[in-house]
């Protein structure tokens, strides 16, 4: 059984540019969770999405951040006009229920995005 | 008040020792916790949930939850030097992960 995928593993982005994060749940897994990881800093929670719908944003900066997750295909995580403060590691995870209701998630490699 | 506090260390222990690792959240009606190892330049890895007051014994690992006193502990037992890294303890109220306490297991 696959765990779940990140791609690409290391991104590297000049100021003003685009990025984005692809995340493949694991198999049988419907819900996706997008955390950023700053260099010796602790896990902060971005956004929690279920196909098609956004659950929860409440960590996700109000501008420059989307996040989706369609109905067919990975969960995207896209950061327009990336600034340096964006390098981090972003870190995908995923449950097959809510996270906490009996379910526990699992992480993916995570993708570290270096804006230069 | 951080909602989730851990010491971060480091804390060495020497090889076959026990490490005691705690953590203290905030929110009383949290109902379910998470220890995750991450070793360095690693993704997080899950060891243990718990959502019951008391313990939860895994192999070498025992959660230990206490509501009343907002508090939550992993106990490794014959720590050993690949047991070196940095727990995390996530609380699912907000997705609010502690800051990590980094643990070194000296052979």
């Known amino acids: 059984n696959a765990g779940v995928m990140q791609n690409p593993r290391h991104l590297v982005r000049r100021r003003g540019q685009e990025a984005r994060l692809r995340c493949s749940p694991m198999?049988?897994?419907?819900?996706v969770y997008w955390y950023r990881q700053l260099p010796e800093e602790g896990l902060k929670f971005m956004v929690y999405l279920q196909k098609e719908n956004i659950i929860d944003e409440s960590g996700m900066p109000k501008e420059r951040f989307s996040a989706e997750f369609p109905k067919e295909g990975p969960s995207i995580l896209r950061i327009q006009q990336v600034v340096r403060g964006d390098s981090a590691a972003y870190f995908c995870a995923s449950s097959p229920g809510e996270w906490g209701q009996g379910y526990e998630q699992y992480f993916g490699p995570g993708t570290r995005l270096t804006v230069t | 008040q951080k909602e989730v506090e851990q010491n971060s260390g480091p804390l060495s222990v020497p090889e076959g020792a026990i490490a005691s690792l705690n953590c203290t959240y905030s929110?009383?009606?949290?109902?379910?916790f998470f220890w995750y190892r991450q070793y360095s330049g690693k993704s997080p890895e899950l060891i243990m949930s718990?959502?019951?007051?008391g313990d939860k014994e895994d192999g070498r690992f025992t959660a230990q939850l206490n509501k009343a006193s907002q508090y939550v502990s992993l106990l490794i037992r014959d720590s050993q030097p690949s047991d070196s890294a940095t727990y995390l303890c996530?609380?699912?109220?907000?997705?609010?992960f502690g800051p990590g306490t980094r643990l070194s297991v000296l052979p």
């Open positions: 198999k049988g897994h419907s819900h």
């Open positions: 929110d009383r009606g949290s109902q379910s």
């Open positions: 718990i959502y019951s007051n």
């Open positions: 996530a609380v699912r109220t907000n997705f609010v």
